[in-house]
DNA sequence: CCGTATCCGTCCGGATACTG
DNA sequence: CAGTATCCGGACGGATACGG
């Protein structure tokens, strides 16, 4: 009743373009080996590469610069995330033959051209984080505390649905 | 030299924006309870999270649905998955008390609000996913493999860099 | 300085069987 | 139908020590 018409309509518009894209994978047969979400976006997903890609985003930098920039981040965790990302082709490695030997880690071409789409991710996860928190603090505590708080809105089962047809 | 002016300028927004976030996170004390980037982005990333909100965005699913739809994922993850988005506020769950009971996963406002930068992101994946596997055919055989086809590509070290000035 | 090797605990994630 | 419980192998990920 209430609703934004334009967000509708924008909404409806990325789950036509996802529908169609997930219904040309299934029809690929959707092996997991041709899947770009599951071959590209868990690499991007997993725990260290967002925050690696960031970091070089601003500039380039070397082992140990970004070992104390990602605080939690372990010498061993830095290089694997180092080399999946340089394996994707996303980030390339410079040894310079210095003594001792200093080795500089920069964003490659597709490195950078990534960072449009993380940065609205990016910005979708900051402007919704407040959000997040809240929900899951209800979720968390909600089954034991408050259940007046949030009556209207919890949907209720009306119309039973046939199962199966 | 031959390089693109118009795209590095918009890389060039994107560093510093992602730069500007990365240096607020770094001065809020870079807690990983506190940065977006670990706290929402790391569940997204999740082996089959986006796989199913993209599932849900077509339309409402009910439990065996999405256990058929998304291949290979067990009753497990399908359950525990749903679960994190559901306690994320991104997925809706809905229970009728028809006999056997039915329950019905939908998307919640807020997760579709996401299916734009995920869309987008998907998108880059799709677009680069060609650029990605040869990358990492290069990287995996290009060790024992031929040197010869990349050779002006390869970055020389030439300025050696001062060992932290 | 830039990693690799090793050890070791934790959690991810699949298979199966069972419940309401 | 929609889960939960249990088991179990393997991958993830930290700490430390060592090599180039």
Chains 1, 2 share one sequence.
Not at 3 to 21: E, F, G, K, V
Not at 93 to 98: A, E, H, I, L, N
Not at 139 to 159: H, I, K, Q, Y
Request: hydrophobic letters at 45%; one cysteine or more; charged letters at 25%.
């Amino acid at each position: 009743m209430t609703r934004l018409p334009a967000q509708n309509l924008a909404t409806a518009a990325h789950r036509a373009t996802l529908a169609d894209r997930y219904a040309a994978w299934r029809a690929l047969g959707f092996d997991a080996a041709r899947c770009p979400v599951r071959n590209v976006l868990d690499h991007l997903g997993s725990k260290w590469s967002t925050l690696l890609l960031i970091a070089l985003a601003e500039k380039p930098m070397r082992f140990n610069a970004l070992l104390r920039d990602v605080p939690d981040i372990s010498r061993r965790m830095l290089t694997q995330t180092l080399r999946d990302l340089e394996r994707d082709g996303l980030v390339s490695r410079q040894v310079f033959p210095t003594k001792p030997p200093s080795v500089e880690y920069r964003l490659s071409a597709m490195g950078e051209s990534v960072l449009g789409p993380l940065t609205a991710l990016v910005g979708w996860a900051e402007q919704h984080f407040p959000d997040i928190e809240q929900a899951r603090a209800r979720f968390d505590g909600g089954a034991a505390g408050s259940a007046a708080l949030e009556g209207p809105n919890d949907r209720v089962a009306l119309a039973p649905v046939p199962v199966r047809g």
